[in-house]
């Protein structure tokens, strides 16, 4: 069973960076793509960034372009989320993601398993 936990929200002031971690478990991570997607109250669940299975091609939502960057590590099993420049629309909880099939990647049906998800909170 693919275990996925996520870490690293919490609240910041706009302008301000955070680093989300996933940690994968129950699978052979190194072999699958993976995402971040993002849901804030009261809206659809929306994606932000995906990373290919060897860390060599990424490709993120405009909304975030020039100041997210997902990376990972799979000698750790571990997804990353670097944030920079944070602003209050930011604010959501954020999942990660393994990718499921190959159909678009901004849609989360593609996708298989999902985190609990972590809070980030950004503040004006």
């Known amino acids: 069973q693919v275990r996925l936990v996520e870490s690293g929200g919490g609240l910041v002031q706009a302008g301000g960076s955070l680093r989300l971690s996933c940690v994968a478990s129950?699978?052979?991570?190194?072999?699958?793509?993976m995402a971040w997607f993002r849901q804030a109250p009261g809206k659809e669940r929306e994606f932000v960034s995906t990373?290919?299975?060897?860390?060599?091609?990424?490709y993120c939502a405009d909304s975030v372009k020039g100041r997210f960057t997902i990376s990972r590590d799979n000698a750790k099993n571990t997804l990353y989320l670097q944030m920079n420049s944070l602003k209050p629309e930011d604010t959501a909880v954020y999942y990660c993601?393994?990718?499921?099939?190959?159909?678009?990647?901004?849609?989360?049906?593609?996708?298989?398993?999902w985190g609990q998800g972590t809070q980030v909170i950004v503040s004006s």
């Open positions: 129950g699978g052979i991570y190194s072999n699958y793509g």
């Open positions: 993601t393994v990718r499921g099939n190959s159909g678009a990647y901004s849609d989360a049906k593609n996708y298989n398993y």
């Open positions: 990373i290919n299975y060897s860390g060599t091609w990424t």
